[in-house]
């Protein structure tokens, strides 16, 4: 059974990198038929799409995140990864990494999530 | 960019009540759209894709219809379990966009 999981630290301050990673198990990130990404959520907000990743590499970034956002896939650590820079407390979220399937965009596998918090 | 909205933004429903929640794009996205249901402190769960195409091991009171511009998800029998805050998602193209949600709540 697919299982992802985020991993990062809880506590970030304003204008470093938030980083965090997702590690998959029970299916390889290696298939052309799926996409990875993040999904966020401020607390009390909507969701907010961040961005996806296909196994190869193509990226798509929400356009107004497109500047400080970065997505990696590391196939030989069944993993990929979330970079945002310069972040402020508006970037304070719970993050999900998600799979989403090629054909459809929707998103079938979610992880538990992980609140980053951005303060000083 | 695609954008969607929700209506109404907060229902309030007893238990065995019909549910009919609207979502609407800004512009034609054929049947590409899903809906989510999330419940606090967990992640979203996949009810519905392509407008109408129920996620497997959904329950048949869930059902969603339309196309083009506007959908609707319909909860034919509240539930208990079925309090929660629903979501549609544009499917489309990206960027990918959420409404903004719909809490449906115990009146």
């Known amino acids: 059974q697919l299982q992802l999981q985020e991993s990062g630290p809880g506590l970030v301050k304003p204008s470093e990198t938030l980083s965090l990673t997702c590690t998959v198990s029970g299916g390889s990130i290696s298939s052309s038929i799926y996409y990875w990404g993040w999904i966020r959520q401020p607390p009390g907000k909507r969701l907010d799409w961040v961005g996806s990743?296909?196994?190869?590499?193509?990226?798509y970034y929400n356009p107004s995140l497109n500047s400080r956002v970065t997505i990696s896939v590391d196939t030989s650590k069944n993993q990929f990864s979330l970079k945002l820079s310069s972040v402020t407390a508006a970037d304070t979220a719970v993050y999900y990494c998600v799979r989403l399937h090629v054909a459809t965009l929707v998103h079938h596998h979610w992880g538990q999530g992980t609140l980053i918090t951005v303060s000083s | 960019d695609i954008q969607m909205t929700q209506s109404p933004s907060s229902v309030s429903a007893s238990v065995g009540d019909r549910v009919t929640i609207t979502c609407r794009a800004s512009q034609g996205i054929s049947s590409w759209l899903a809906w989510y249901q999330q419940k606090p402190g967990k992640a979203p769960k996949l009810l519905i894709y392509s407008a109408s195409s129920l996620q497997s091991g959904v329950p048949s009171r869930f059902s969603g219809s339309g196309s083009g511009t506007d959908f609707t998800l319909t909860i034919s029998s509240l539930q208990p379990e079925d309090f929660a805050t629903y979501y549609c998602?544009?499917?489309?193209?990206?960027?990918?966009?959420f409404g903004p949600g719909t809490k449906v709540d115990i009146k």
């Open positions: 990743i296909s196994y190869s590499g193509s990226t």
């Open positions: 998602q544009q499917a489309n193209s990206f960027p990918l966009a």
